[in-house]
């Protein structure tokens, strides 16, 4: 069973950067698809974006397209997203999950790890 641990949150002003990181546990990392999603406070958990097992696929949300960017290396059993250009409505608690049948906003997603805050200021 794999084990997903999120890192990289913290407070950067609007225009800024992150990197999250996703690491996981397991020798079966590499066969799961990889996603991240995001709740801001008093809101719903949103797809944020998707990455396939080889990494040759992705999806976007519209609201960070453009903007952020998800790779994996799975060498080092790693999902990153690069998040760029950050603005206030972007601050959030970050989650990655995976999909072990299919990428994307509908995918079902099987694990998810416990998240990490990003806080973006004006």
């Known amino acids: 069973q794999v084990q997903l641990v999120e890192s990289g949150g913290g407070l950067v002003q609007a225009g800024g950067s992150l990197r999250l990181s996703c690491a996981a546990s397991?020798?079966?990392?590499?066969?799961?698809?990889i996603h991240w999603f995001r709740q801001a406070p008093g809101k719903e958990r949103d797809f944020v974006a998707g990455?396939?097992?080889?990494?040759?696929?992705?999806y976007y949300a519209d609201s960070v397209k453009g903007r952020f960017i998800v790779s994996r290396d799975n060498a080092k059993n790693t999902v990153y997203l690069q998040m760029n250009s950050l603005k206030r409505e972007d601050t959030a608690v970050y989650y990655c999950?995976?999909?072990?049948?299919?990428?994307?906003?509908?995918?079902?997603?099987?694990?998810w790890g416990e998240g990490t805050l990003v806080t973006v200021s004006s």
């Open positions: 397991g020798r079966t990392f590499s066969t799961y698809n």
């Open positions: 990455i396939s097992r080889s990494g040759g696929i992705t």
């Open positions: 999950a995976a999909a072990f049948s299919s990428v994307g906003p509908g995918a079902r997603m099987e694990i």
